[in-house]
Every structure is written in C-alpha cells, then in structure tokens.
T-cell receptor
C-alpha cells in the first residue's frame, strides 16, 4: 500500500545534541509537511516543501531545519534540542497545494521525541 | 480572525450510545473541512472530508458529518459508539483560495473521547 513512513517511531536525545527525524513516502506527492504536536495539543505546522521549494512558517524557531533530497524523502533536523522540543513530530504529504482533493494530507504514524 | 473551534475538550459516552462532536469555523468563505482521529501515541487518520456538494458526508468506521453553512459547523456523528472509538478527534480546515495559504491545514484543539463500558 502507498503510505507515509516515519523513522524512528521513538527517538531519545540529549539536551543540545543534534537529532534527525526521517520521513519517506510512496505516494509520489509533491508536497511534504512537518508538524510538531506537543502533549494534549493540536498539531502545529513547522514548514513544508513544495517539490524542492522550502516554505517556513513564520513562527518556526531557527533551531528547526529540513531537507528534501528527493521526492520520496524529507528530514527534520533539530540542531540543538531543548526540553521544550519534546513532542510528537508528524510528517504529512499531499498531491499538490491546489484546492480540494489535491491538498488532502496523508499523515505518517509520527516520531515521539524525548529530550533528556 | 480565521479559526476553527471545537467547544468540547473532553466527552464521555457509554458504549452503544450516540455521539456528536462539534466543530465550528470562522472564515469568509466555506473552507475545506476534515475530521481526523488520533489514537494514543499514533498519527492522524482521516475519518472524512467535505469539499463541496452533498452536505452529509459518510466516512470510515461508521462516522458521518454534516456541513451546515448557516451555522458554520461541521459536526461529527456516530449512531452507536464502540469502545475502540476512544481517541482524540480533531476537526481541521483548509481555507479555499486564500492567497497562497490554501495548503495550510489548521486544526482545532481536539476533543478527547472516553467510552465507558
């Protein structure tokens, strides 16, 4: 089945130690998104890639970066994780940014990040 | 301000009872509307969506939702709840033709559903 895959499902890192989360998709979608979801809160969009075009949300901290080396893969890099960055990180994809079914987003299972 | 609101933070129902989860939006035009479910420690699964057309939308797992333009609402319903429906439910919107932001999925704060045996 076509799907969105996130690895690892659980990640533990130390305060200040860089960490990379991975997302891959077999849907061949143009758009890939990263969301941060803290405990008991709604997901919050960090940024997205439209093809190779990176789009950062205005309130995303500089500590968060992303790479998309090809259509299938997208990475979330946290340069110096703080305790406040502990959260579930969700990757999503959509076919395009146009209307209706083109921007329906498909989510991966998430990576739960713990910062010690 | 444009927003999506889920008035109920937590709802408890008995197994077999009916369920309605509320969602209201505040946009100039009708946005695209979605309901997602999230089981503990899991990602988001799409239950159903509304883009246009028939205002009663059928989804997976026996859920349905009704779009009411006059009330700016998109409430989620299920006639008989099962214990496995216990989860968090998020209403989400994508504003249509909003000057380049029409990709942006904005979530409500979620409603946590507890199901009593």
């Amino acid at each position: 089945d076509a799907m969105v895959i996130q690895n690892p499902r659980y990640q533990v890192t130390q305060f200040g130690k860089p960490v990379t989360l991975s997302c891959s998709q077999t849907l061949n979608h143009n758009v890939m998104y990263w969301y941060q979801q803290k405990s008991s809160q709604a997901p919050k969009l960090l940024f997205h890639y439209y093809d190779k075009d990176f789009n950062n949300e205005a309130d995303t901290p500089d500590n968060f970066q992303s790479r998309r080396p090809n259509t299938s893969f997208c990475f979330l890099d946290i340069r110096s994780p703080g305790l406040g960055d502990a959260a579930m990180y969700l990757c999503a994809t959509s076919r395009d940014r146009a209307g209706g079914s083109y921007n329906e987003q498909f989510f991966g299972p998430g990576t739960r990040l713990t910062v010690l | 301000a444009q927003s999506v609101t889920q008035p109920d933070i937590h709802i408890t129902v008995s197994e077999g009872a009916s369920l309605e989860l509320r969602c209201n939006y505040s946009y100039g035009a009708t946005p695209y509307l979605f309901w997602y479910v999230q089981s503990p420690g899991q990602g988001l699964q799409l239950l159903l969506k509304y883009f246009s057309g028939d205002t009663l939308v059928q989804g997976i797992k026996g859920f349905e939702a009704e779009f009411k333009r006059s009330q700016s609402s998109f409430n989620l319903r299920k006639p008989s709840v099962h214990w496995s429906d216990a989860a968090e439910y998020f209403c989400a919107v994508v504003p249509p033709n909003s000057g380049g932001s029409n990709y942006k999925l904005t979530f409500g704060k979620g409603t946590l559903l507890t199901v009593n045996p």
